[in-house]
């Protein structure tokens, strides 16, 4: 940006008679020499291709040193370290099949399969048993779906989704949520071990039982599982505690037998097409019955007249209804499908019977005999909340990523086929179930019907026994994997010191165990057991479950309608609407449900956000709505005030420098373009603008440019505030405004200033304004874009095509890969395609460069095309020096010459003219300030000839009598430095630089959208000469291109490749 007037430089340099001219130049060159000298002995080691960004190198490495660690690029907080844990072993890396869609599917089938499905379709009937699993299936798939987004949005360590959610929504969702996760872990390590133990006594060894015939006190049914459950769970403790490696080897024969089962019952079901002779069960009119052998299964039978006419009298439902015999299992070419369509939902005390008959199903007697009944009161949302654990263990392969060959490809895949897989084993099996065995026997929970055997093993081929040992075996290792993963989830939350009271969990054992969560982990889960019941332990553990699901499902919709710089996730299936859908399906089973427990659930999370969000806080009470809201503000700047934020976090807030014109009206419309096309919407924007002159004075101007400021701000719909300040001097200004703008934490980290296309024409005054802004900038640690040829940028109401070309030289802190990412968002840039070039000199290894390349940016999650450009360390053409000749030739001139404003710029220009002449380099186009044009139309028409720029195309060079604006004593004086002057070395090397650069990027990208490149750092002196060849050095650089974005970062970095 530079000022509205300019200085007359003769303020600013010393005038030199001219007769004095050669002897004076020399003495300069002698002194400048001595001084590029010592410089290129402590710069020898630059390479001549690169050495306009010698000043850079220190602080910004070159791209082909930095190459060789950016496969292994890592910028996040790093984890806490325990002193007392041993080094990690060496990861594996796995691949989908055995890293997450195996995990998985052992994790998702479970107990609930094998000892409640069949219960679960007969209760709901076929219809709306299919609905259930369907509801169940939709959650986790909706959930899988926002996962593999918030997954492949960077490299996600071991964590699953405490990790995920804590990094996407802040730590006091994170902590929340994780403890939500830990206590369902926990819990579910309950529920198997209190099934497993059912397997045992009700099915494989009923004579074990301590508290008499659990058959009929269901009371001591449950004091055994209670019993036995506490054994199990102390007898896991120690396998955990002494062993994981046994847990891990024990996980595959876990697997395999859960896995020979379903597949046992798939062939069992197709064995018995026609029904099985050896299951019958004995019914009394419409009721079912137990205990009762079959070979008394008749109404005149000693046995049952015993059972229903005790002293003489009999039961009037036992006198008026026969007993039958009828087949358990009838196989699907019977026809019993139909008879399973309808739902039996009962009331606990009610008895199973066929039809809905009130004389059937209620107990008008009083006395149960031997006819089973309802032990529970079933509902259509209570029997989703008994099989909500089945799909659950979605996250088993995510909690793996750290041991993944490729967990942004692994993750999404597996997890998803696995549950697709689950998905229509389990909607199969309903519809295979209510198509084969009787409505009845589905009824019957423990099988008492048919001697106390499981529904399902009865199903299964070649005998019961497969089932029974397979999913005691599976429902044992999922118990052991649930007690391993939970104390290091507990362990991992410890660690993060967000839940102070947890610190001691974070402790391990001298073999790196987490002992101390393992205690209090089966502290927990013996709670569960006390319960003693699947049916309580189901929907309980099923609320934390939900609510964990819920909040990945919110991540990833807040992640996409806030459209952070770094959401890019490599997932692309996924979309807001899902998340909101599978969102409120999680909150609507918690409500359908269970209430009571979905309050307990919620309830839980609230407090431990609230914690973690509040400890140590200062409180501050407001007063009234007005008080409430300047509280919140408060709090808000000072939280944002704490520190920087993390580079995940890191989104560009915009300081535009605008210039204005005489008329005070902004000179570059399209800038506000710009920075609305590269916020996409997002964010907030300050545009500034710095009159010169004594505000008391002008005040009124300074308020009229600043409604024209809002008016072009409106236009262009860029969302943010504008502000015009007035100095005496325009380069002190604007430093006052890159210092200060801003308020607390909402400060602009970018600021975007406009080319100064006329800094040949208007002198020092150009050019130092602009380079002062640059270090200004630089000094205030904030990143920096120059748009050059602006007029040219696309206008926000067009969509353009082709592509954007990155020309990354030097590492910057991620921000030239960034910046194109967040143009991409914006509907004008979206049908563009990145193209990425770096350059590698004759010693690097190219290929290899590539590759790496390829890996940073495949981690990045950004799609674009790579290119390593080669480049010969050639010798410095004559064409170069003759350029840096003429450069150095009009720097001396303009010094000799004491001229006023508009003499300068005349000979400026014909001086400018001339040497282009010269040396016949016509660019592309030409870049020019437009407003130019209107000064120039007061001038003669040779003048207006010469000086003038077409916009929408290259400038004319042919213009006659170039040279006759030239007095005598120029020409003397022009002859005169060809012959004294050599052109310095110091800027040789640096044209040469920018010479040869420019030619391979106007080779590969002269058709380019947009060119990006890194902006060389301005000279460290502050002196005339070498800001003007500074000036001239990014001319040649980016000669020949219509549209190009200059990029300096702020010294810190903005990208990461983590979640």
Known sequence: MQSNSAKDDSDEMEIIPSEHNGTVHETKNEDSGDIHRAEENQKSNIDPNLYLYDDDLATRPHISTFISSIANYENTIPAATDPDAKPAAPSARMGTLIGVFLPCIQNIFGVILFIRLTWVVGTAG?????????????????????????????????????FMISRSLGPEFGGAVGMLFYTGTTLAAAMYIVGAVEIVLTYMAPWASIFGDFTKDAE???????????????FMGLIVFVGVKFVNKFATVALACVILSIIAVYVGIFDNIHGNEKLYMCVLGNRLLKDIPLDNCTKGDPFMVDIYCPGGKCDDYYLANNVTRVKGIKGLSSGVFYDNIFPSFLEKGQFISYGKNPTDIENTSGQSYNQIMADITTSFTLLIGIFFPSVTGIMAGSNRSGDLADAQKSIPIGTICAILTTSTVYLSSVMFFAGTVDNLLLRDKFGQSIGG??????????????????????????????????????????????????????????????TRALLLTIVICQCGILLGNVDLLAPLLSMFFLMCYGFVNLACAVQTLLRTPNWRPRFKFYHWSLSLIGLTLCISVMIMTSWYFALIAMGMAIIIYKYIEYRGAEKEWGDGIRGMALTAARYSLLRLEEGPPHTKNWRPQILVLSKLNDNLLPKYRKIFSFATQLKAGKGLTICVSVIKGDHTKIANKAVDAKSTLRKYMTDEKVKGFCDVLV??????????????????????????????????????????????????VAACHMALLVPKGINFYPESNHKIGGNIDIWWIVHDGGLLMLLPFLLKQHRTWRNCKLRIFTVAQIEDNSIQMKKDLKTFLYHLRIEADVEVVEMNNSDISAYTYERTLMMEQRNQMLRALGLNKKENSKVVQTIVDHHYDATKTASKVRFADP?????????????????SIDLDGPEQEDAPETTSSKD??????????????????????????????????????QDAQLVIMNLPGPPREVRAERESNYMEFLEVLTEGLEKVLMVRGGGREVITIYS
Not at 931 to 947: A, G, L, P
Request: hydrophobic content about 40%; glycine content about 8%.
């Open 126 to 162: 076929a219809v709306c048993g299919f609905l259930i699993v369907l509801t169940c299936c939709c959650v986790t798939m909706l959930t899988a779906i926002s996962m593999s987004a918030i997954a492949t949005n960077g490299v996600v360590p071991a964590g699953g989704s405490y």
């Open 220 to 234: 001591a049914m449950y004091n055994n599982f209670r019993v036995y459950g506490t054994i199990l769970l102390i």
């Open 453 to 514: 055997k499981l529904v399902v093993a009865n199903i299964a081929w070649p005998n019961q026994w497969v089932i029974l040992i397979g999913s005691f075996l599976s429902t044992l290792g999922a118990g052991l994997q649930s007690l391993t993963g939970a104390p290091r989830l507990l362990q991992a939350i410890a660690r993060d010191e967000i839940i102070p009271f947890l610190a001691p969990f974070a402790k391990s054992s001298s073999r790196g165990e987490p």
């Open 727 to 776: 100095a005496q001097q325009i380069g002190e200004g604007l430093s006052s405004v890159v210092q200060t703008i801003g308020l607390g934490g909402m400060k602009p980290n970018t600021v975007i200033v406009g080319w100064p296309y006329s800094w040949r024409q208007e002198g020092r005054n150009s050019w130092k304004t602009f380079i002062q802004t640059v270090r200004t």
């Open 931 to 947: 407003t130019i044009e209107e000064i120039q139309n007061h001038d003669s028409q040779n003048d207006e000839k010469r000086n």
């Open 968 to 1005: 005598d004593s120029t020409e003397k004086a022009d002859g005169d430095l060809k012959s004294s002057v050599k052109p310095d070395e110091f800027n040789v090397r640096r044209m040469h630089t920018a010479i040869k650069l420019n030619e391979v990027i106007v080779e590969k990208s």
